[in-house]
């Protein structure tokens, strides 16, 4: 942990300033003696949300999201090209210097160490509604953060104080139950801390922490904690959020493509239940769309894109015709994805679309997408689902709002339990597809496999045996050199 430790605890000490919360400083760690008012708390909390979004340094705004996800059946990379480091994710021979895991090991445990800060100063300051709102999205920002590492990693350090000692250079792995334990706590902490509404774009709110601590639960009843009883703690709190989403400000949006034009338009939606927004001429762009998401025919990256078996599986219709992008514009004239040189679709998802469409980017203003309405909804069908062993009318509600915007039929009435919620998975990998879900799903049911079984002949195959152990990642190198508790 010395590499990251030193950056958190050392390098980023800085005495009090009197920036608002849109001011970005970097992600540094503020010194206690800023934190004594609400301006240097308003500065602590920028700082501890911009780990998340520092392009290729750290956190979610780079191809390295998608890389660390490639175990799934919805996204894959090039065959050959200078992808070894995404390849490693998609056939499951991950190597610990592979540098797209450090992106996210570092950009979560430096917004881990932030928000220690906050937590242990802001109710020093006062307890005023503003102040209380910085607490609870430092609580937020956390469980986001420890939630991410231990689906990722499993059995993960547990650092819950911003205080640099020697003993942190010998820190042991805790196991995935008592990483769970703090993100429950955290989540509880913080929807009772937070107002209904969001501050801004981007930002946390107690709508946001309810919708994420049911996809916790949901999670927790799967591999590898194994709690059913969680399923109806999901059900519960979905509900919650369900029940109260014009308190909270979320609902679908009518047509499934505004999520997704490619312009600023679709930055800031009622579905976006939480979101990492960029700024390029900030000087802080998401590098994740434009040509990370292209193909080669159209001078793209060919970074990340879709697995044949998962795109000949998914419906056709609106859904499926807004999600993908399968004729390539080229200088010969456009050309089916069959005919390109990858021989894969990629994700319409994700392209930027201005100031013209298609428009060839490396660095933009899109946010990035991290939790939406829609999940919730499917959460909650299934949840409920597997929690009675039958699903409920509210259930099928759920569900088939999902399969209406999206052009499909409602799912036939009376299904057990079982084939219900086996049927909300599969919406789920197709409404969340790319999204940073798939993996997810498949590893909590202990699907990943069977998912991994019936490639196409152009798709990327296991170089190793799947077994639990590669459920996880790698420790990042440099800090098990450091620490050989790790």
């Known amino acids: 942990m010395k590499k990251i430790l030193c950056i958190i605890f050392l390098a980023s000490l800085t005495t009090a300033c009197n920036k608002e919360l849109n001011e970005s400083p970097n992600g540094q760690l503020v010194g206690d003696a800023a934190l004594g008012t609400i301006e240097g708390l308003q500065t602590a909390l920028a700082g501890a949300y911009q780990p998340l979004k520092n392009g290729y340094t750290s956190g979610f705004a780079s191809a390295a999201l998608d890389a660390v996800l490639?175990?799934?059946?919805?996204?894959?990379?090039?065959?050959?090209?200078?992808?070894?480091?995404?390849?490693?994710m998609d056939q499951f021979a991950v190597n610990s210097t592979n540098s797209r895991?450090?992106?996210?090991?570092?950009?979560?445990?430096?917004?881990?160490?932030?928000?220690?800060?906050?937590?242990?100063?802001?109710?020093?300051?006062?307890?005023?509604?503003?102040?209380?709102?910085?607490?609870?999205?430092a609580y937020f920002l956390r469980a986001f953060s420890y939630f991410w590492l231990v689906r990722l990693w499993g059995n993960i350090p547990l650092i819950t104080t911003s205080k640099y000692s020697a003993d942190l250079l010998s820190i042991q792995k805790s196991a995935p139950a008592a990483i769970y334990a703090l993100i429950e706590s955290d989540l509880k902490n913080?929807?009772?801390?937070?107002?209904?509404?969001?501050?801004?774009?981007?930002?946390?709110?107690a709508g946001t922490a309810k919708a994420l601590l049911a996809e916790v639960y949901?999670?927790?009843?799967?591999?590898?904690?194994?709690?059913a009883s969680k399923y109806a703690?999901?059900?519960?709190?979905?509900?919650?959020?369900?029940?109260?989403?014009?308190?909270?400000?979320?609902?679908l949006v009518p047509d499934f493509a505004s999520l997704w034009?490619?312009?600023?338009?679709?930055n800031s939606t009622p579905e976006d239940v939480f979101s990492l927004q960029f700024c390029n001429s900030c000087g802080n762009p998401s590098t994740l769309y434009g040509?990370?998401?292209?193909?080669?025919?159209?001078?793209?990256?060919?970074?990340?894109?879709?697995?044949?078996?998962?795109?000949?599986?998914?419906?056709?219709g609106k859904r499926k015709d807004v999600t993908f992008y399968t004729v390539f514009k080229t200088s010969a004239g456009n050309i089916n994805w069959q005919n390109g040189q990858t021989k894969h679709p990629y994700y319409n998802k994700f392209r930027v679309n201005a100031p013209t469409p298609g428009y060839l980017t490396s660095a933009s203003d899109?946010?990035?997408?991290?939790?939406?309405?829609?999940?919730?909804?499917?959460?909650?069908?299934?949840?409920?689902?597997?929690?009675?062993?039958?699903p409920s009318a509210d259930a099928y509600t759920a569900v088939n709002l999902i399969r209406s915007r999206a052009g499909l039929p409602d799912l036939t009435p009376g299904l057990a339990g079982s084939a219900f919620a086996d049927s909300v998975v599969a919406e789920r990998s197709w409404e969340l597809a790319g999204e940073y879900t798939r993996w997810f799903d498949l590893q909590r049911l202990e699907l990943v496999e069977a998912a991994n079984n019936n490639k196409a002949p152009d798709d990327l195959k296991p170089l190793n045996a799947i077994t639990k152990d590669r459920y996880w990642l790698p420790i990042p190198y440099t800090d098990k050199q450091i620490n050989n508790g790790l």
């Open 70 to 88: 490639m175990g799934s059946d919805d996204i894959t990379t090039h065959p050959a090209s200078n992808k070894q480091e995404l390849r490693e």
């Open 101 to 137: 895991i450090n992106v996210i090991w570092l950009g979560c445990y430096k917004t881990i160490q932030n928000a220690n800060n906050i937590i242990e100063n802001y109710g020093k300051v006062g307890n005023t509604a503003n102040i209380k709102q910085i607490g609870g999205e």
């Open 190 to 205: 913080a929807e009772s801390l937070m107002g209904n509404t969001k501050a801004a774009a981007g930002r946390a709110s």
């Open 218 to 227: 949901l999670t927790e009843a799967g591999y590898p904690i194994k709690d």
């Open 233 to 251: 703690l999901a059900a519960a709190k979905a509900k919650e959020v369900i029940d109260n989403k014009a308190t909270y400000g979320f609902d």
């Open 261 to 266: 034009t490619g312009t600023t338009s679709s």
């Open 291 to 316: 040509k990370s998401a292209m193909p080669g025919d159209e001078s793209g990256w060919d970074d990340y894109f879709c697995e044949v078996t998962f795109f000949n599986n998914f419906p056709a």
């Open 366 to 390: 899109l946010s990035v997408k991290m939790l939406r309405y829609a999940q919730v909804l499917l959460t909650y069908a299934e949840a409920q689902a597997r929690a009675t062993g039958m």
